[in-house]
Each structure stands twice: as C-alpha cells, then as structure tokens.
C-alpha cells in the first residue's frame, strides 16, 4: 500500500528558489538509490508556511530510504533552508 511522508517547514522568502533547486537536486539522488520514490508534491499554505508529501510505493521503501538518508548529503544542504520543521508518516487509504 503506498504511503506518504510529510514535512511542513518554513522557508525565507529570499531562500525558496534555492531550496526548490537543493530539493530537486535530492529528489533525484534518493530516486536514482530507491525508486520506490513515486511522487512528490510540495504545496505553499495559506499561512505560508510549505507542505512537501513524498509518496512512497510502500513502507519498506520509504524505511529503507529513511535508513540511508545520512548518505544523501543533499538532505542537509535541502533542509538547512527550512524552519520550524514537522513531519508525519501516512498510509494512503483512498485516491478519488
């Protein structure tokens, strides 16, 4: 069953063009190790602040992709352009 992770962050204004180009920059990176990478999708929320879903084909893979991250030096140079960083895990039960 596929299933999400998502981060709700804050970004400076002047730093979201790099972060969209940092962030494309790591999508690649973790797809070219786990493709069970399907999707992501990052939204900008009335109050400003981002939502970044990634989809994932199942839980192993996203695990799997989550246990390696310390390999991904493109997750740090992403994420230090964030604030006030939440995230949660989801299962996806239906798609209309």
């Known amino acids: 069953m596929q299933v999400i992770r998502t981060h709700r962050y804050s970004v400076e204004p002047g730093d979201l063009e790099e972060l969209l180009r940092r962030r494309t920059t790591l999508i690649t990176a973790i797809r070219g190790a786990h493709p069970g990478l399907a999707s992501t999708q990052l939204v900008r929320l009335q109050d400003?602040?981002?939502?970044?879903?990634?989809?994932?084909?199942?839980?192993?893979?996203?695990?799997?992709?989550?246990?390696?991250?310390?390999?991904?030096?493109?997750?740090?140079?992403?994420?230090?352009?964030?604030?006030d960083n939440a995230v949660q895990n989801g299962e996806v039960v239906a798609v209309d």
């Open 48 to 83: 400003g602040t981002y939502q970044d879903t990634w989809f994932w084909a199942d839980t192993e893979t996203m695990e799997a992709a989550l246990a390696a991250i310390k390999d991904f030096p493109e997750a740090p140079a992403a994420m230090s352009l964030t604030r």
